[in-house]
């Protein structure tokens, strides 16, 4: 067995091979088994290389994959020479895998769902992104671009390659800027994060997708530990720059085992993949009291506050098919009391978000009371604006106490994070729909609530401010808490003549923390009517309605 046999699990000598060794555990593995283990160790699931032609085979349909016929012109702008001319470097690169450049580029579907994709090979010159590599990319994503379909990115880089110089460097901006027209087309991109991933391809359209995927370990930066290292001295915890590092500072949406990527793939472009979709015929439903003296408004308080209530997650399970929850700011945070994603409502493609709070203390405390920091607002702002290039509603639940008030909030721009979220949502071009669950406090309520419609469930509240801190304001007395929830107007049928809620919610008997089945129906059936008068509008109708709703307020009209 040779040496490069024995390898992260990726057999590239053309020699026979029977046996492998990992390259995490070491253990020796059959590589037949370990071929039908997608490369993955069946010891200790450290997830091997995978070349670019192996890759498509593992993602795409069989029978559906078209290699591109997309012309290769590796130049030496340079004419570089280190132990070796740089051209002889390529007729090497090219003996040992049989491809033309690193990466290989094709068309496909995924479970019928139509996108092109580009694979990075890490073992053509370390993947490294060089003119060639730049110009197959960007046609790649030209070809999308032409045939209105998704664009698929796999990466695996050492990062730009040094024997083309600054022509490599200008790759990054090429390649950027094709991403950037595809926005401009509301196409979905996705990136898939195979390790390694670094340099100028982590600082380009690795990371620039609508949605970033990677697999388990995969290491992703600009610099490479030992260059962080060796350059400034500074120790790095020993997960650095890993998925799993990357997914809990925010800049990846996921991971995946690679056999659970297919499924993972197909979900996302069934839902962001474009196309028609129609609302279901209407049918009849329970509608809400709005008489306001039905329940005293401390009661109603307490009622929304129990935490036996449905979760914004739980309606995510009770509402929707093929979720996928999608993480991050990509600013270096993951706010957990921000939960949202990608699903599909009676088959309808949506953007979901909503303030989650939690069943349990644990729970509770795990996600910071329902209360978001910046972070959260600026998740869901991501989300918003992924639902405005794909031309997808945007469904919000809102049940928070309030914005999260401490220390490091304000030093991370809470205030500003908030009013951005507002103009944003206010200029939204898709239907925009709110629904107040439970809680529905001041400003970081309504950083999520400026919507074609707003509902309401029954024994839901919205105010400027919880009756005990107004209690404690104007009464000095936060015992007077009781007093205020009634003097605040804070409740359904309160809010409805108001013009706050444009529809209550019904909750069934005992409230909706009575029966989540229950109260998921009446939700799904509230939004699908509301989604049938909206839909059909333009963009710039959603904007003109959803402005003049919150333009009223206060007008004296």
């Not at 059959?30 to 995978?50: E, I």
């Not at 790095?236 to 659970?260: H, K, S, V, Y």
């Not at 999608?326 to 493609?349: F, H, K, Q, T």
């Amino acid at each position: 067995m040779t040496a490069a046999a024995i390898a992260a699990g990726s057999a590239t000598s053309a020699e026979p091979v029977e046996w492998v060794s990992c390259r995490q555990c070491r253990s020796l593995v059959y590589d037949k088994r370990l071929s039908r283990n997608l490369r993955v160790c069946p010891d200790c699931g450290h997830h091997g290389r995978v070349g670019a032609r192996d890759r498509l085979d593992q993602l795409l349909d069989t029978g559906s994959i078209q290699i591109l016929d997309l012309p290769v012109h590796s130049a030496d702008p340079l004419n570089f020479t280190d132990s070796l001319p740089y051209p002889a470097r390529l007729v090497a690169a090219r003996r040992a895998t049989g491809l033309d450049e690193a990466v290989v580029c094709a068309s496909g579907t995924i479970e019928g769902n139509p996108l092109v994709v580009a694979v990075m090979d890490f073992a053509f010159m370390g993947g490294s992104l060089g003119g060639a590599v730049g110009e197959l990319i960007t046609q790649a994503g030209e070809t999308a671009l032409e045939r209105r379909v998704p664009l698929l990115i796999v990466t695996a880089s050492g990062g730009a390659r040094m024997q083309e110089g600054a022509v490599a460097l200008m790759q990054m901006a090429k390649t950027s800027q094709m991403l950037g027209q595809l926005d401009e087309a509301g196409l979905l991109t996705i990136s898939l994060v195979t390790d390694p991933t670094f340099g100028g391809v982590a600082a380009s359209f690795a990371t620039l997708c609508d949605v970033i995927i990677a697999e388990p370990g995969a290491r992703l930066g600009f610099a490479g530990r030992r260059v962080i290292e060796q350059t400034i001295k500074q120790t790095l915890p020993p997960d650095f720059q890993t998925a799993e590092f990357l997914l809990a500072n925010g800049l990846i949406d996921t991971i995946r085992p690679r056999a659970e990527l297919r499924g993972t793939l197909a979900r996302l472009l069934a839902i962001g993949g474009g196309g028609e979709h129609q609302v279901p015929p209407a049918t009849e439903r329970e509608h809400a009291s709005t008489t306001a003296a039905e329940h005293d408004p401390w009661q109603v308080v307490q009622r929304a506050r129990d935490l036996k209530r449905p979760t914004t997650t739980d309606y995510f399970g009770l509402l929707l098919d093929d979720f996928e929850e999608l993480r991050g700011d990509r600013l270096g945070e993951d706010n957990s009391s921000i939960v949202g994603g990608l699903g599909r409502l009676a088959g309808i493609p949506v953007v979901v978000l909503g303030h989650q709070k939690g069943h349990t203390a644990a729970e509770l405390s795990a996600r910071n009371f329902g209360m978001p920091t910046p972070a959260g607002y600026r998740k869901s702002a991501r989300l918003m604006r992924l639902g405005a290039k794909l031309g997808l509603p945007v469904i919000s639940i809102i049940d928070t106490p309030g914005a999260y008030p401490g220390k490091e909030a304000e030093q991370h721009g809470q205030a500003i994070a908030i009013a951005e979220n507002i103009r944003l949502m206010a200029g939204l071009p898709v239907p925009v729909i709110s629904v107040i669950t439970g809680e529905g406090g001041s400003g970081g309520a309504l950083a999520l609530g400026v919507a074609n419609r707003v509902l309401i469930c029954a024994n839901a509240v919205y105010s400027v401010i919880s009756p005990e801190g107004c209690a404690a304001i104007l009464w000095n007395d936060p015992a007077a808490a009781p007093k205020a929830a009634a003097a605040l107007r804070m409740t359904a049928p309160e809010l409805l003549p108001l013009g706050i809620v444009d529809e209550i919610v019904p909750e069934p008997a005992g409230g909706t923390q009575a029966d989540h089945v229950a109260a998921g129906q009446n939700l799904k059936n509230a939004l699908l009517d509301n989604l049938r008068d909206l839909v059909p509008l333009d963009g710039s109708a959603l904007v003109a309605d959803r402005r003049a709703r919150f333009r009223a307020f206060g007008a004296g009209r």
